[in-house]
């Protein structure tokens, strides 16, 4: 086995272990896929976050527009405080809607932002001030149960 | 250290475990040796650990592709046949991209590493053993350690995460192939679910992380037993077998270890 033998057959092993790294990369994961420019941040405060987790998607409309930073409970206004990172093509009025919706009956929780009709814009490092927590679905069925055992108790 | 059959079966007992933290001992001394005496392998990078990773790796490429291919073609198929039960048999890619990248790529493909390439070195390196090769090249001021055994331990190291990737790479391509061309299941779904699903510093890195330190296990698993083989034909036989069965078990408990470090649900 001569010495350029070796060289040609390592060079393409090497060559294609890396083209399948790279293709593992991009075409099975997600690199260079979603790129969020320029990211601002934006606060919001909600009551109850639900299954928001840290990376969890922002979508207006439907499309993503950012990422969730960072959550931390505040403990002066008992309230979470969630931090998110938005892309800095878009600009939303000071009037957004947040609000923590389930993609899917029980997939995971994303962040939906509803634009209002103000004038001014939000700026970097401003609160959302209207939000909606995230609908937790046992404090749900325990007052569907309440109203209906209410229900049967005030028919008697 | 005799091993006389006469003892009774509590000190043959507490000799073997004696023995196996003894040998622990002088296996990491080895790595450590192994790392000091490494220059050779870069400095001769050609002639030596380039012929390492032809061995090892290049020799061993048809086996990895091949069970790639049939281990994504399985996946895909009893992937399918769970999934569309649940009718969500559009999240094939999910399953069959994630199953690969995180855990059976870098574990089967360290596993065949290891039967393959592992068991080669371990035979090259225990008939040099037996044959007296290695103390002749001491005696002629070689350094055998240098010359025979780091370029083989570097040679696998370098070629284990480019095999795993090569074996994940083809799972994925067999999965496609069962689900999307024979089955049935849509292109656009399956490759669109899969790119939102297997994050890059999350699944592949980790990965890519796993089968460098499987390969780095093998790697002087395999190095090892053969420099430390009983100097015979049947020491060097049972030195094979012994290649084989601990790497088995490293990669499969260093697996553990690795993914409860990973992926730890948050």
């Known amino acids: 086995m001569n010495r350029s033998r070796i060289d040609l057959g390592v060079g393409i092993f090497v060559a294609i272990g890396i083209a399948a790294l790279l293709f593992l990369a ?36 439907g499309v993503l ?40 009956l029980l997939g995971e929780q994303y962040l939906g ?31 569907f149960m309440f109203d209906k055992a209410a229900e049967t108790g005030g028919d008697k | 250290m005799s091993n006389g059959s006469s003892r009774n079966p509590f000190e043959r007992l ?20 192994l790392l000091a005496y490494s220059g050779q392998s870069l400095r001769r990078f050609r002639s030596l650990t380039m012929r390492e990773i032809y061995m090892s790796g290049v020799l061993s490429l048809v086996i990895i592709l091949v069970s790639g291919l049939f281990v994504g073609l399985v996946l895909g198929l009893q992937g399918y046949e769970t999934l569309q039960r649940f009718g ?43 044959t007296q090769q290695l103390k002749a090249m001491d005696m002629m001021a070689v350094n055998p350690l240098a010359r025979v055994v780091a370029p083989r331990f570097w040679g696998g190291v370098i070629a284990m995460p480019l095999l795993a990737a090569l074996f994940s790479a083809m799972g994925v391509f067999g999965g496609w192939l069962i ?11 399956f490759w669109s679910q899969m790119q939102a699903s297997v994050d890059f510093r999350f699944d ?58 990973m992926f730890r649900g948050n």
Do not use: H
């Not at chain 1, 969020?36 to 998607?57: C, M, Q, S, T, W």
């Not at chain 1, 892309?87 to 009025?93: E, I, K, M, N």
């Open chain 2, 204 to 261: 592949v890195l980790n990965g890519v992380v796993k089968s460098a330190v499987f390969g780095i296990a093998v790697s002087l698993i395999a190095v090892f037993e053969g420099y430390d083989c009983v100097p015979t034909a049947e020491g060097v036989s049972r030195a094979i077998t012994r290649t084989v069965v601990s790497s088995a078990l490293a990669i499969l408990a260093l697996d553990f270890v690795l993914t409860s470090f």
């Open chain 1, 113 to 143: 932002l509803e634009p209002g009709g103000a004038e001014q814009d939000l700026e970097p490092g401003k609160e959302i001030k209207r939000t909606q927590s995230a609908i937790v679905l046992e404090k749900m069925i325990s007052r």
């Open chain 2, 88 to 130: 969500s048999s559009e999240a094939l890619g999910v399953l069959v991209a994630l199953s690969l990248v995180r855990e059976l790529g870098p574990v089967v493909a360290g596993l065949l590493f290891a039967s393959r390439a592992g068991t080669a070195v371990t035979a090259e390196i225990g008939l040099m053993k037996t």
């Open chain 1, 26 to 61: 991009l075409k099975v994961g997600n690199l260079g896929g979603e790129k969020i420019r320029d990211p601002y941040a934006l606060e919001a405060y909600f009551d109850n976050i639900g299954g928001l987790k840290v990376r969890a998607p922002v979508k207006v409309s």
């Open chain 2, 14 to 33: 507490g000799a073997w475990v004696i023995r196996c933290v003894w040998r622990l001992g002088f296996a990491a001394r080895f790595l450590f040796m």
């Open chain 1, 65 to 104: 527009v950012g990422r969730v930073a960072e959550i931390r409970y505040d403990p002066k206004r008992f309230q979470a405080r969630v931090t998110l990172n938005i892309d800095g093509r878009y600009r939303f009025p000071t009037d957004t809607f947040a609000t923590i919706n389930t993609s899917g």
């Open chain 2, 179 to 189: 689900g999307v061309v024979l089955i049935g299941v849509d292109g656009g779904a």
